[in-house]
């Protein structure tokens, strides 16, 4: 498979300049850092042996960071030296592009309406071994195109070429985009905001994803605060097994800290 960047599918330079607060790079703070690697080591177990090398993220609502969580979690497996994509399934409201400032003329959307080939959608080396598939343009029936044979024949010719592919999707209270690629992905993630997500919520998500083929490989919970680490106003928990987060049973355990 080619990677060559297409009329109207380049990354915008400048890319590595990009001061993002919560985008990993070269200054990103080691507590952030060593969180997403030990997320990252908590997903690989958690795909076990499947032979599907892949994420699916969501959350219930919006505004959790469940797309900063995915790009993260992305980047984080390319220092693996693994070839990584990172595919923007939300076709609603779409933001990868706009995070990463990539171009967004061809994407996921044009692929499976057939408007442009797989190497057209692709961005390439955004960072080294991180490649992004975003959105594309909206669609009318995006459930209606995800959930489709041309969608999952997508994932399964990308695996061939992919270590690992991390899909953002929307959240659940809007749609369960999330739960189509239940049947040819590795397992959900679910991403919860701190002093955000309620618990009602959370039981919600849980129960949807539950409806889910796919395996549910844990909770990511963001924009978290340590008493014991007042420089970080910025840390992500995950616990695995897919159980319930309460903020009153969390322990130091649970904390993915150094």
Not at 206 to 229: E, N, P, Q, R
Not at 243 to 254: I, K, M, S, Y
Request: with cysteine; charged share 25%; glycine share 6%.
């Amino acid at each position: 498979m080619r990677y060559a960047h297409r009329k109207g599918q380049r990354c915008l330079q400048g890319y590595e300049s990009i001061t993002r607060q919560f985008i990993l790079n070269e200054n990103t703070p080691f507590v952030i850092t060593e969180a997403y690697s030990k997320i990252r080591t908590n997903l690989i177990a958690g795909l076990g042996d499947s032979p599907y090398r892949s994420v699916v993220v969501t959350s219930q609502c919006r505004e959790e960071g469940k797309t900063t969580t995915a790009i993260n979690i992305a980047l984080s497996f390319s220092r693996l030296d693994k070839r990584i994509l990172l595919i923007d399934a939300d076709l609603r409201r779409s933001g990868i592009h706009e995070t990463l400032r990539l171009k967004n003329r061809f994407g996921l959307s044009t692929i499976l309406t057939r408007e442009s080939d797989i190497y057209s959608g692709i961005c390439a080396e955004v960072r080294k071994n991180f490649h992004v598939m975003p959105s594309g343009p909206h669609l009318q029936n995006p459930s209606d195109i995800l959930g489709s044979a041309e969608t999952e024949r997508l994932v399964r010719i990308l695996y061939d070429y992919y270590d690992y592919i991390i899909i953002d999707t929307p959240p659940l209270c809007i749609a369960n985009d999330s739960l189509l690629f239940g049947g040819y992905t590795g397992g959900t993630a679910l991403v919860l905001r701190e002093n955000k997500t309620t618990h009602t919520e959370l039981k919600a998500a849980l129960s949807t994803i539950s409806l889910s083929k796919a395996k549910f490989l844990g909770v990511i919970k963001t924009h978290c605060s340590l008493k014991y680490d007042k420089s970080s106003d910025y840390r992500t928990v995950i616990e695995e097994n897919g159980g319930t987060v309460e903020d009153d049973t969390l322990t130091d355990e649970d904390v993915l800290e150094e």
